[in-house]
């Protein structure tokens, strides 16, 4: 008796006491789920009765005592797989699982392999019928009896993957003894013995290269089968157009082909039927490719699911890209249940498939690719264009200094910092400008706010160019809110549209990168945040995903006053210093790609350079850049305006007499405590200083007498630090970095006086400083309060000097012993 008569006459054997009762195995089977997963299901239900399952009694039930949800799985099973209903799919046995080579053909390393896979699992196959067993508990102790039999351990996964396998092949019948179903997917054959072959087979020498060719000689594919065919029929026709019989011809033939096409055929008997089938379908096509096709799969009845029409694939699309979030089998899922597809489509597949993801790998195919770009137009333009074709750069037809690129960055480093509003530990903005040709970072700056503005990208620019100058041809910007901050500006703040003017007259253009794809700073600031990774207030690139959680405690612990900052933070001072170092270090490191090809970003600025120096003012000409050029009106407060959140009011007695009129004023961020004042020709430039302001209601006598001696010593404590990166270069290339600057004289005349008078200025204010620190150091040491010093510092320093000299008198006296105890006293 055959394996598989033994198998069925086993499957009658469950129903045979009552052919309405099914044990757990067989409804396992039938919904295609574990037999453990049944036993659960009904372990509330009672039995209905008992079948004999290989000798051994066992619970049954019928279908009405089953759960409804488990009855509406196999109604719709049955529908499915077209039984008439739950009953019949049940009592229908299994479809016997079999090897594709007989067992007795198939190499003994794959048999071995099965016998020791069966010896590993035999435990474990026991284990599944008790119920006390925890899954877990099982898969350990299977992994433990796998380590036993093979020598090495496996993967949970794995294990599992072995296990259910070989229960699929089992179908149900719990017959654990069959050596097949244990088998790798897909064994050899063994090696046969060579047949003795007829001289002929010889002169096919094309054909047994052809075979050779195939990935896997033994097993083609079935498109290399009908390729194989093909040749093999048209030698034949070739062998009888030389005068050979066709008998002979096709004799000859199917010897060569029974010893080195074994895959064809199982015996000879069947080669030559399916031979000589193919044959005369070959004569009657016309020798076309259908006579060689294999047509099974289409003539068996089943696996002939209908296309997917060209509506349903949309829908599907845009079900998954709308409403699933790109998941297909969400998608499937929706649209089968709500009967939303063709009715062919809705006919053939089941509404409650086995497992919840399943969807046909025909429906994948068609949709998938079309699914991903559709999702990126759905999210939006920006991310169609950023996920789609781009422009390579050839960076070899630029030179260094031609192009400086700035951008913003938040790295992830929290520092602490003492503000008006007391101590914050703050993660606040950088503001980088490197080098487009050579990724050398020229300057940064450390704004000290969550948001930048026109001021630090003014003055960051300003400091790069005292180190760097100009770049030869162009700024880069980013479109969005450089564009805003530079170009257009804002109403509280000093427009950036006057000194764009002025280096757009010196041949420079601005730029703004429309995607972050197009700013090469932006792989600069990523190479630069690997080397911060592990700083003290290191909170990750992404502050929400990352999640340190210490970094919350230790930034309460701090505001709180539990322990110092500086414990876990550095000072703003520090970080500022650190950048810098940072930065270095980048500048130094050699780096790969086709932008540098194995120099240092510093070697590559200087390498690089070529062509005409950059463009440097000083002197007399750094006001161009420096200061923004405004016209204003003098009012009666002389002349004011805001920057920003501040209000910014110059006065003195050329003010005064120029009220009313129209000036240009020269406003410097970086000196805002002096402003150059011209007329429209840039002619009778005047300095005056700022007018800061005191106290509206509780100013003091001598706070009103020395606001104006103030102003030169009082320096606005900036949010901003700023750095240019030291230039370390060979001084060959330092002497020709730069080129000189061309002015025509009256431009050079207005910036050499203002030069003068702010210089004037500064240097009469540092000599008050220095006077009113000496007086102020003289009248402590004398027993004098600052409350108690005259207002004018010509008067504070005369009364300092004379009572010195009576302190020394008096002294003197003292020693002499000129004086009386009454004296002594006084």
């Not at 435990?123 to 119920?131: A, I, K, P, Q």
């Not at 505001?559 to 414990?567: D, N």
């Not at 409350?787 to 004379?802: H, I, N, S």
């Amino acid at each position: 008796m055959s394996a598989a008569e033994q198998h069925m006459q086993g499957s009658e054997k469950i129903v045979g006491l009552s052919p309405t009762l099914f044990p757990a195995a067989q409804i396992a089977v039938a919904l295609g789920k574990t037999k453990r997963a049944v036993q659960l299901s009904l372990s509330d239900i009672p039995p209905s009765g008992q079948v004999i399952v290989r000798g051994q009694p066992a619970a049954a039930w019928s279908v009405p005592a089953l759960p409804p949800r488990m009855r509406t799985d196999l109604e719709a099973e049955a529908t499915r797989r077209g039984f008439r209903d739950a009953g019949h799919l049940l009592s229908s046995p299994p479809v016997l699982w079999m090897p594709s080579i007989p067992l007795n053909e198939i190499a003994p390393k794959y048999t071995e392999r099965a016998s020791n896979l069966q010896r590993a699992l035999a435990d474990t196959l026991s284990r599944l019928n008790d119920l006390d067993i925890s899954s877990d508990e099982i898969e350990r102790l299977g992994i433990e009896d796998y380590r036993r039999v093979f020598g090495h351990t496996i993967s949970g996964r794995h294990w599992r993957r072995l296990l259910d396998r070989t229960r699929e092949r089992d179908k149900g019948a719990e017959d654990w003894i069959r050596p097949e179903i244990y088998l790798d997917e897909n064994p050899a054959r063994k090696s046969l013995a060579p047949l003795p072959l007829n001289p002929a087979v010889h002169d096919y020498r094309d054909l047994q290269e052809l075979i050779s060719g195939f990935a896997k000689p033994l097993q083609p594919t079935p498109p290399e089968r009908e390729y194989f065919w093909i040749h093999v029929l048209e030698r034949l026709d070739g062998d009888v157009a030389g005068g050979k019989t066709l008998c002979r011809a096709k004799k000859a033939l199917l010897a060569f082909l029974a010893a080195k096409a074994p895959f064809l055929a199982d015996n000879p008997r069947r080669l030559k039927w399916t031979f000589d089938r193919k044959y005369r379908k070959w004569i009657e096509t016309g020798r076309s490719l259908e006579a060689v096709k294999d047509q099974r799969h289409q003539n068996s009845g089943r696996y002939r699911a209908p296309d997917l029409t060209e509506d349903d694939r949309k829908l599907i699309i845009g079900t998954a890209v709308t409403k699933c979030g790109g998941r297909i089998a969400q998608a499937w899922r929706y649209l089968i249940r709500a009967g939303q597809l063709s009715q062919a489509i809705l006919d053939h597949y089941s509404r409650n498939p086995t497992s919840k993801s399943y969807v046909p790998k025909t429906v994948i195919e068609a949709v998938k690719y079309d699914i991903d770009m559709v999702e990126d137009i759905h999210h939006g333009p920006r991310r169609a264009r950023l996920n789609g074709a781009y422009v390579e750069c050839d960076p070899t037809s630029e030179c260094s200094g031609d192009v400086y690129s700035g951008d913003d960055a938040t790295f992830g480093i929290y520092y602490h910092d003492n503000t008006e509003q007391g101590l914050q530990i703050v993660r606040s903005q950088v503001l980088l400008m490197i080098d487009c040709r050579s990724i050398y970072i020229l300057g940064f700056v450390l704004t000290g706010t969550a948001a930048y503005s026109a001021f630090h990208i003014r003055n960051l620019i300003t400091h790069v160019h005292d180190s760097y100058g100009l770049p030869r041809r162009a700024f880069l910007f980013e479109n969005g809110s450089w564009r805003a901050r530079l170009v257009t500006g804002r109403k509280d703040e000093v427009d950036w549209t006057g000194t764009e003017l002025g280096l757009r007259g010196l041949g420079l253009k601005f730029r703004h990168a429309r995607l972050a794809r197009a700013k090469i700073i932006e792989r600069v600031m990523g190479l630069t945040q690997d080397l911060m990774d592990g700083e003290p207030g290191y909170c990750g690139r992404d502050e929400r995903r990352d999640g340190f959680e210490r970094m919350e405690q230790h930034k309460r612990m701090a505001l709180s006053g539990k322990v110092p900052a500086s414990e876990y933070f550095m000072s703003r001072e520090e970080w500022c210093q650190r950048l810098e170092q940072v930065f270095n270090q980048y500048n130094d490191e050699i780096q790969q790609g086709k932008y540098l090809d194995g120099l240092s970003p510093r070697e590559g600025f200087e390498k690089f350079h070529h062509g005409e120096g950059a463009l440097r003012l000083t002197g007399n000409t750094r006001y161009l850049l420096a200061n923004h050029k405004m016209k204003v009106l003098v009012g009666r407060n002389g002349i004011s305006f805001r920057f920003g959140k501040q209000t910014y009011t110059y006065k003195n007695e050329r003010t005064g007499a120029l009220k009313g009129k129209p000036v240009v004023a020269w406003f410097n961020p970086e000196f805002p405590d002096l402003l150059s004042v011209s007329d429209e020709n840039m002619r009778d430039v005047f300095t005056v200083e700022r007018a800061l302001p005191i106290p509206p209601t509780s100013a003091t006598d001598e706070q009103l007498a020395e606001a104006l001696a103030q102003n030169a010593q009082h320096d606005a404590y900036s949010k901003a630090l700023y750095r240019s990166i030291k230039p370390r270069f060979s001084d060959r290339f330092m002497q020709r970095m730069f080129q000189p600057v061309v002015v025509d004289e009256k431009t050079a005349a207005a910036g050499q006086q203002m030069l003068e008078q702010r210089e004037k200025i500064v240097l009469e204010s540092q000599r008050q400083v220095r006077q009113e620190s000496a007086i102020r150091q003289k009248a402590r040491r004398l027993g004098f309060s600052d409350d108690t010093l005259a207002r004018d510092p010509v008067r504070q320093q005369r009364g300092l000097d004379l009572n010195d000299v009576a302190e020394r008198l008096h002294a003197e006296e003292v020693r002499s012993g000129n004086l009386g105890n009454e004296g002594a006293i006084l």
